[in-house]
């Protein structure tokens, strides 16, 4: 947990400074104090969805822009154009196939983390 704190801190910190938005600026803009603000970008803060989405709307950002990317979710926002190289190599049946492989198994790597 305290890994993707750090993350999200840090995706904030790095989206803040490419603004130019001081701490203060951005706690004013997000109706969050510049103290807890700080703990967010440093990870020790325990932050809410809806405070996050605040947050992220006050730098112009989607809330997406600052969580850890998975696997899965990549796969699958870029399921069009795996398909379509897939396609270029084999059947239809055989996409298929190494598509739900796929999924599978980064299913089984993620619970086994």
């Known amino acids: 947990m305290d890994d993707i704190l750090s ?3 840090k995706k904030v910190r790095a989206y803040r400074k490419e603004k130019n ?3 203060e600026v951005l706690a004013s803009k997000s109706g969050s104090t ?14 809410t969805i809806m405070k996050l989405e605040s947050i992220c709307t006050a730098l112009g950002i ?3 822009q600052v969580l850890p990317k998975s ?6 926002n870029n ?10 190599h084999y059947s239809d049946k055989e996409v298929r ?5 796929l999924l599978t198994l ?7 983390q």
């Open 34 to 47: 510049i103290t807890y603000l700080s703990m967010v970008e440093k990870g020790e803060a325990n932050i």
């Open 21 to 23: 938005y001081t701490q």
């Open 7 to 9: 993350y999200i801190g």
């Open 97 to 101: 196939e190494i598509y739900q492989l």
């Open 62 to 64: 989607h809330i997406t």
């Open 106 to 112: 980064i299913l089984k790597i993620q619970k086994k």
């Open 71 to 76: 696997p899965l979710n990549e796969i699958k």
């Open 79 to 88: 399921e069009d154009s795996i398909l379509e190289i897939l396609k270029e």
